[in-house]
Antibody, heavy 117, light 108 residues
Framework: EVQLLESGGGLVQPGGSLRLSCAASGFTFSNYAMRWVRQAPGKGLEWVSTISTSGGSTYYADSVKGRFTISRDNSKNTLYLQMNSLRAEETAMYYC??????????WGQGTLVTVSS | EIVMTQSPATLSVSPGERATLSCRASQSVSSNLAWYQQKPGQAPRLLIYGASTRATGIPARFSGSGSGTEFSLTISSLQSEDFAVYYCQQYNNWPPDTFGQGTKLEIK
């Protein structure tokens, strides 16, 4: 059974940092590009970041560029998202997802990030 | 950036009836278009990729069509479990990945 299990979310003050993790199982993690997508309460889906299968290529939404860093450890089947200088408007559920063609085949259950003082 | 526009925002349909949801791209995305279903409190689920190919385990009542800039998702006979929010997403030109704003399918 395919599983993506996010962790690391929580309450953080504006300007603070969090590191999200996404543990994968049930599929060959190293064959899949991985993405982070977020969803603010009551809103739609917003792409955040993508990392290639090897980790050699990374891409970011303009809104997070320079503050967020995506990485992966294929030996641990784990994806990460380091988030710095967080803003109130980044309060959202953060999902990790696995992709082959560009469509999001596998999704985690999400981890909630709340940015508030 | 390619902008994806879904219509209508909300669609009210009775169980057993047919529902058609639309998605338009601001420029051609060829057939690189996916549809997702999201129920309250759950992660999205892939329904359709390549504009018309059902993902693994998706019932045959779900079908996708279109290419270029105009796409549709049809649910042939609505079941109670189909009432949810549906998103389209293009993966022809990325980054960024872009999603439509969603269509809420509600019970009439």
């Amino acid at each position: 059974e395919v599983q993506l299990l996010e962790s690391g979310g929580g309450l953080v003050q504006p300007g603070g940092s969090l590191r999200l993790s996404c543990a994968a199982s049930g599929f060959t993690f190293s064959n899949y590009a991985m993405r982070w997508v977020r969803q603010a309460p009551g809103k739609g889906l917003e792409w955040v970041s993508t990392i290639s299968t090897s980790g050699g290529s990374t891409y970011y939404a303009d809104s997070v560029k320079g503050r967020f860093t995506i990485s992966r450890d294929n030996s641990k089947n784990t994806l990460y998202l380091q988030m710095n200088s967080l803003r109130a408007e980044e309060t959202a559920m953060y999902y990790c997802a696995g992709t082959l063609r560009g469509d999001y085949i596998y999704w985690g259950q999400g981890t909630l990030v709340t940015v508030s003082s | 950036e390619i902008v994806m526009t879904q219509s209508p925002a909300t669609l009210s349909v009775s169980p057993g009836e047919r529902a058609t949801l639309s998605c338009r791209a601001s420029q051609s995305v060829s057939s690189n278009l996916a549809w997702y279903q999201q129920k309250p409190g759950q992660a999205p689920r892939l329904l359709i990729y390549g504009a018309s190919t059902r993902a693994t385990g998706i019932p045959a009542r779900f079908s996708g069509s279109g290419s270029g800039t105009e796409f549709s998702l049809t649910i042939s006979s609505l079941q109670s479990e189909d009432f949810a929010v549906y998103y389209c997403q293009q993966y022809n030109n990325w980054p960024p990945d872009t999603f439509g704003q969603g269509t809420k399918l509600e019970i009439k």
